[in-house]
């Protein structure tokens, strides 16, 4: 009898089953869907039942001012914690990060300091017995990490030219192919890892190499025995594959629930799985097993989870990254081949759970848009899009040719082959700051200090735009080796001791590695450039001849108006830097990528950053990720969208290029159908020039500013921020008036 | 053969409302009528101009949008009032229908002059038709509507496809009288494809007063967009068109 036969039976192919090939046994199952919503189910009672007692729960965290409860005697581990449930009867899919809902885990591999600091911000004191011991015989990837940072990094760090590095708690940005479990089977999984430890013999060439991933496949089959654990401890066996589609989604939740479980890493993303599932609930639907409305059932509850999924943050990461996010980013759709999308279905009730569940910012809903998408279902998203404002759409067209058609998106923007390629995310370095760097000669413009040797100061009275470029050009290779450094030291140690073991052990055991670098300030930099070369720019400069603000003189093009002049400046300058970045070795060969994505961050990128020469003020916020400064896109939304969709993603800004998009309802058209028809128009067109993300709003900015002063009469306002949706009342001021300062585009 | 140079006041790449689908609306400079309810004061004299271009700028401008404009989108030529320029936008529509880009002139019709070369290259006239009775046309617009009249009819000669417009003031024509009779006109109108009612709104004062213009309805509100809407709907019951 031939193994796996009841689990399997049905399904065609055979290759999928000799080796872990997740892609090839959803090539050869999935049934394409190219009609519209008409089929789709309203939430069952006992949907119903579970998401009122989680309404319940939100708003009960949201009135404790964010956090609702924190495991205080029990660490991180996916075996750590006893079952949780919402309400055991009506859940169909079970399980939780510890033994009660939104209930924060305590994480201290990532560094002791931030853990404590952020019980403490909340209200909670460690177990002291556990605090004492933890401290007393565990190195954290922190300690490690300060252990090896040379001084020049230090410094580039406290002068706020690297910001946000992942080097005092998890991470994240790594995808496990969770379906794998599903599939499989954790015992198959745990048989082709062992296969994998079939060595005799070290290879001297590569000996720490060698050494090191030898040690982590162990823990990797350890880490696969304890998610079997895990899931027997909620009444599961997963040892062998999903045998309906209650299981396919139960199992592969199981293993991104342990992964949710073991890290705290800043973005934790669940994968591309709506299809994968289909193919199960087709599967059922044919049996006669399951209903529509029990299926949606299947997909709202999975939804509800995902939107329960919390790690304990400092204040400090809140003012970072807004509104207590954690990315589980969801990927949909996308193409299989030119003809053929993966839109099945379940890629409509994915998108249908907003509708269902209210909107939402989490999971991170994600369109991989193509022009050849079926027209129901780009119609769908886009009705989706304007009534909750909760989707993200990137570019399939323009992903697929480098990634195939089995990626995710980790976070926001980056793309990665599912289980066969992993990241080392590496934050962002402050492009606006490393202009003011090459103008006063590697002195920081606010604290005084000299961060970088060897560049000279610039002391014309009005800026010569070759001269500053030259120096520019000087400045951004030594901040590409620092900052590669900081990153090399991060991941070393990061492996070492937080390593992602439930993760990485859903990846193939020789895994294609990337190194995510990234940009804030990015279209701040370009309009600097453009004004001192196109404007009269006169530093004006303190008593220790530093320029802290600059008289401008003249007009000059800006970014995000279609206007060469200036967007040639910034692709320029940004292929510059990616190219300084790839010309150093990376940590475990990992290949250099490099994203314009700030998430929230450039609210706090442009508070350390001093005054620029394109009249951006000293502490005034940066655009977010690759947009045009707010205000200065005035030529109307298709030039602001034909500026951004410039950037080269290939071999540029491959891991991202992140576009928010606001835009009044009745700039959009008259009535919702019209709508709906120009928004796919505008999707479709700035995806055919070969951009790769954009985020959509459809809202007014007198809606915002009413929701900022009433908060009680929005309870469930999203809004796309950059690369993530947030509830609009979990941002601070700071970042509520710089959303609302943004360009809307609206009717001229 | 004249310059080939328009006179433009302003440039939506994205417009949504003036013809179908997503499109390139110029608005050119110039116009002959002095309409009470006008917003766009600024576009009344050939010279108010902030632009010029010529008809390849413009195939060019719209060689850069038309990812996003589709198979049913194209190019509006709006004002001011473009039959000002009927000789820059005949060669513009010349130009595009070499290139099957779909054309439509937004107009009041009332300019005096042979438009039949030009209507050859225009897929759809966008026609405003300010007042059904001639003594109400002159009140509304400062001139008769004698132009006006010849327009349509040459328009109808050429089987033009048309969308019809009418701003709707409050205590001017909101009442059921002139939505009849508005009905009565359109009903000898062949080639109809839509009708519109826009609401007047008085967001362009401060653009009279900028530009030092009395403004001749301060004492008249703004539409309310709802009645506007009822009013629509019942014109196009009368008409029978969705």
């Not at chain 1, 000293?618 to 005035?634: L, V």
């Not at chain 2, 046309?137 to 089987?159: A, D, H, M, R, S």
């Amino acid at each position: 009898m031939e193994k796996n036969q009841n689990e399997w039976n049905g399904f065609v192919g055979e290759d999928w089953k000799n080796s872990i090939d997740v892609s090839g046994f959803i090539d050869q199952n999935y049934t394409e869907y190219t009609g519209d919503e008409g089929f789709l189910a309203p939430k069952s009672q006992k949907t119903t039942a579970v998401w009122d007692k989680c309404k319940k729960l939100l708003e009960k965290e949201n009135k404790k001012g964010g956090c609702l409860n924190v495991e205080t005697n029990i660490l991180s581990g996916i075996t750590a914690f006893k079952p949780g449930y919402i309400d055991k009867k009506n859940e169909v899919i079970v399980g939780l990060q510890t033994d009660a809902p939104l209930k924060r885990i305590v994480n201290m591999y990532g560094g002791t300091k931030i853990a404590l600091k952020a019980l403490e911000a909340h209200g909670y004191k460690l177990n002291p017995e556990v605090q004492k011991h933890f401290i007393a015989y565990r190195k954290t990837h922190n300690d490690g990490v300060f252990d090896a940072y040379t001084p020049i990094i230090r410094r580039a760090r406290k002068n706020g030219l690297l910001t946000g590095l992942p080097d005092g708690y998890g991470r994240g940005r790594i995808i496990g192919d969770y379906r794998r479990i599903a599939l499989y089977g954790i015992d198959r999984l745990i048989e082709e890892k062992q296969k994998d430890q079939q060595q005799n013999f070290l290879d001297e060439d590569n000996l720490e190499e060698n050494i090191r991933l030898r040690e982590e496949v162990s823990e990797q089959i350890r880490a696969l025995n304890q998610i079997k654990e895990m899931a027997k401890s909620y009444g599961y066996d997963i040892s062998r594959p999903a045998k309906n589609a209650q299981e396919a989604i139960q199992w592969s939740y199981f293993g991104y629930l342990a992964g949710a479980k073991e890290n705290n890493g800043a973005a934790t993303s669940m994968g591309r799985d709506a299809t994968f599932f289909d193919i199960y609930i087709e599967r059922d639907l044919k049996n006669g097993t399951l209903t529509e409305i029990e299926a949606q059932e299947l997909v709202d509850q999975f939804v509800i989870k995902l939107r329960l999924i919390r790690h304990l943050r400092t204040p400090e990461y809140d003012e970072l990254f807004a509104g207590d996010p954690t990315w589980v980013t969801e990927s949909l759709a996308g193409m299989f081949d030119d003809k053929h999308s993966f839109v099945t279905k379940s890629s409509f009730r994915f998108l249908h759970t907003l509708e269902n569940l209210d909107p939402s910012a989490e999971p991170n809903l994600t369109v991989l848009w193509s022009k050849n998408l079926p027209m129901a279902f780009k119609k769908y998203a886009s009705k989706i899009s304007i009534r909750t404002d909760s989707i993200q759409y990137e570019g399939d067209d323009t992903m697929r040719p480098l990634y195939g058609h089995d990626y995710a998106i980790s976070c926001c923007v980056s793309s990665m082959k599912e289980g066969k390629q992993m990241q080392f995310f590496g934050a962002r370095c402050n492009l606006a700051k490393s202009l003011l760097y090459a103008i006063n000669g590697g002195y920081d413009e606010i604290s005084g200090m000299k961060v970088i040797d060897g560049v000279e100061k610039i002391d014309d009275e009005v800026l010569d735009y070759q001269k500053v470029r030259k120096n520019y050009s000087k400045i951004l290779k030594t901040i590409a080796k620092i900052y590669v450094d900081a990153n090399n030291i991060i991941h070393y140690m990061h492996d070492k001791y937080a390593y992602e073991a439930s993760q990485m052990a859903l990846h193939d055991t020789h895994v294609e590695r990337l190194m995510a670098f990234g940009v804030a300030g990015f279209s701040c930099a370009a309009d600097s450039l453009s004004a001192i070369k196109y404007a009269k720019v006169t530093p004006i400069r303190n008593k220790d001849n530093i320029a802290t603000d600059f008289k401008i003189e003249g007009e000059f093009p800006k970014f995000g108006n279609d206007d060469s002049r200036v967007d040639d400046i910034a692709v320029e300058l940004i292929q510059e830097f990616y190219d300084c970045l790839k010309q150093h070795k990376l940590y475990r060969n990992a290949k250099a990528t490099l994203s314009l994505l700030t998430i929230t961050s450039n609210v706090m990128y442009g508070l350390k950053t001093g005054s620029t020469p394109d009249g951006r003020k000293a502490g005034q916020a940066f655009a977010p990720g690759a947009n045009p400064m707010h205000g200065r896109d005035c030529s109307g939304a298709l030039c602001s969208l034909n500026s951004v969709a410039k950037i080269p993603f290939a071999n540029c800004c491959q891991d991202g290029v992140s576009n928010t998009f606001s835009i009044v309802p009745s700039a959009l058209g008259h009535d919702e159908k019209e709508q709906i028809s120009n928004l796919v128009n505008i999707i479709d067109g700035y995806f055919i020039q070969g951009a790769q993300h954009i985020n959509v709003n459809v809202l007014n900015r007198e809606l915002l500013i009413d929701a900022m002063n009433n908060p009680y009469k929005y309870p469930n306002l999203t809004i796309r921020v950059s690369g993530y949706a947030v509830n609009f009342n979990k941002l601070d001021r700071a970042h509520q008036e710089e959303v609302i300062a943004r360009t809307f585009h609206e009717k001229r | 053969m004249k310059k080939d140079e328009g006179f433009v006041t302003d440039i939506e790449t994205m417009g949504l409302v003036d013809g179908p689908g997503m499109r390139l609306v110029l608005f050119l400079s110039g116009c002959p009528l002095r309409c009470v309810y006008c917003h766009n004061p600024e576009t009344w004299k050939l010279s108010d101009y902030t632009k010029t271009l010529s008809s390849q700028n413009v195939l060019e401008l719209y060689n850069k949008f038309k990812v996003y404009y589709g198979e049913s989108g194209g190019v509006t030529f709006s004002g001011g009032e473009p039959l000002v320029q009927a000789d820059f936008v005949l060669t513009c529509a010349k130009l595009l229908k070499q290139n099957n880009i779909h054309t439509a002139l937004d107009t009041s019709g009332s300019v005096s002059g042979d438009f039949s070369n030009l209507l050859d290259y225009i897929d759809l006239v966008i026609l405003d038709i300010k007042a059904v009775e001639d003594d109400e046309y002159k009140k509304i617009c400062g001139k008769t509507p004698e132009n006006f009249k010849k327009f349509l009819t040459v328009c109808q000669q050429k089987n033009k496809k048309l969308w019809l417009r009418q701003v709707i003031v409050p205590n001017i024509n909101d009442d059921d009288k002139h939505i009849k009779s508005l009905a009565n006109y359109i009903k000898n109108i062949k080639n109809v494809e839509k009708v519109e009612l826009l609401p007047y709104h008085s967001l362009a004062k401060s653009k009279y007063e900028k530009l030092n213009i009395p403004y001749r309805l301060n004492s008249t509100p703004d539409m309310d967009k709802q009645k506007c809407a009822q009013l629509e709907k019942k014109l196009k019951q009368l008409l029978n068109i969705s």
